[in-house]
């Protein structure tokens, strides 16, 4: 598997299980103020007394040893009046923060500091933190030893500012970030997170820590290979305008959708031209994934979808295992948590390092390849890209504490 999960925060949905499996947000906003790249970045201020402020998400079905390796860059510009967990590995899914097992807090004075499940402090706590700064923020989580041989570790810009090797902390299956995350009396605060990524130890690439990187969406944004699907709202058979109706940032459901129970009918699309995320031609393009939000117009175990990905026109398909929706309502990737995405690529289809030249010829659609007598309906497709910037790649400082910059 390697990377689980990265979000942006860029469908810009502010509803459980479209991007983000648990959302609590009393005093938090998905909004552009908050972004350090992309449109959309997660804003923790105005904070509820005993409210979680943050997002999570569960990337297991059962709750598992690790290792999981965390990053998300977080920006300070008002520190919160008393300790406040702001990262949590966690064993629970009632919120944001439930029964947490590693733990990264922002503190009064501007420093982080990790703790384990009982809220202890591991070691000292970072330098202050600058105002109004990116720093790149990492928790790893190992429970594999026996209880008392545990790992939990905390970076920040890469360097690592604590770790322990002796803890006793249980097995995980979600992660948060934002505020309040322990339901903490705290009321102050202005604090913003984005471009969030998470790893595993499994696979070739994207084994340890996900470093440095920006996350951008890619969408639709002109008729690709092919436009098979239908019996959409608007419309009845497939057409060149497929794309209008899969390009929106936060997914509109049934107010637009392409829709086949034919076998093989396939929709790709072009997508946007990344300069617009100021892509460079030098910039690392670390992950690719496909998203998608899809339904059965009437629930079968049956009727199946493969998401698809292609680098140009005419190319090489690279394709996801079959998704089986299996249900009414719209989900995001699959029809049940955890809702991972299905295809995950680290090359292109043709096992060359993604670049910003074939992101900008890349087609990325869907195709029914198990058809039953129901429809599956697709509302929102789009490609989630990590890339790591040239003007910042390795440059990380001996000290851990210079900014990644201002967005």
């Known amino acids: ?10 469908l810009a949905s502010q509803s459980n299980d479209v991007e983000w499996s648990m959302l609590g947000l009393s005093g938090a906003t998905l909004t552009a103020i908050a972004a350090r790249s992309g449109g959309y970045g997660l804003r923790c201020n105005g904070l509820g007394a005993f409210a979680t402020s943050g ?7 059962v709750a598992a040893a690790g290792p999981y390796f965390l990053r998300g860059y977080l920006r300070v510009k008002t520190p919160p009046g008393g300790t406040n967990r702001v990262m949590t590995f966690q064993s629970g899914n009632a919120g944001p923060g439930a029964s947490s097992q ?23 706590a970072t330098a202050a933190l600058s105002a109004d700064s990116w720093y790149m923020v990492e928790l790893q989580v190992d429970a594999n ?44 605060g202005d604090w913003h997170w984005d471009d969030i990524a ?61 829709g086949s129970s034919t076998l093989n009918n396939e929709d790709l699309f072009n997508v946007d031209d990344p300069s ?15 998203g998608v939000r899809l339904r059965n117009n009437t629930s079968d175990a049956t009727t199946a979808l493969r998401l698809e990905v292609e680098k140009a026109a005419a190319g090489t398909i690279q394709q996801s295992a079959d998704i089986i929706p299996n249900g009414t309502s719209f989900a995001t990737n699959v029809n049940a948590v955890p809702h991972n995405y299905q295809l995950v690529t680290y090359q292109d289809p043709d096992s060359s390092a993604w670049t910003r030249s074939t992101l900008n010829t890349m087609q990325i659609g869907y195709k029914l390849t198990a058809a039953g007598t ?28 210079t900014n990644l910059g201002t967005g």
Request: net charge negative.
């Open 145 to 188: 030893p026996a209880s008392g041989s545990r790992v939990i570790e905390g970076r920040l810009n890469g360097v690592v500012f604590a770790t322990s090797s002796t803890q006793s902390q249980g097995n995980v299956f979600a992660y948060s970030i934002g505020g309040n995350l322990n339901s903490e009396f705290e009321t102050t």
């Open 102 to 124: 590693a733990i990264i807090a922002l503190e009064s004075n501007r420093t982080l500091t990790l703790r384990n499940q009982s809220g202890t402090q591991i070691g000292s």
């Open 374 to 401: 129901n429809r599956i309906d697709v509302t929102t497709v789009w490609a989630s890209v990590d890339f790591t910037p040239v003007t910042i790649a390795n440059t990380i400082p001996i000290s851990g504490l």
């Open 198 to 258: 998470l790893n595993d130890s499994t696979g070739s690439f994207q084994t340890s820590y996900p470093g440095e990187g920006k996350i951008v969406h890619l969408r639709p944004n002109a008729a690709g290979d092919s436009n098979a699907f239908g019996t959409q709202t608007g419309g009845t058979a497939g057409a060149a305008n497929n794309w209008t109706r899969v390009k929106e940032i936060s997914p509109d459901e049934a107010t637009s959708f392409n």
């Open 55 to 61: 997002a999570g998400f569960q990337f297991a079905s």
């Open 276 to 290: 617009w995320a100021n892509i460079s031609g030098s910039d690392t393009i670390n992950v690719v994934m496909v």
């Open 1 to 10: 598997m390697a990377r689980i999960h990265q979000s942006g925060f860029e």
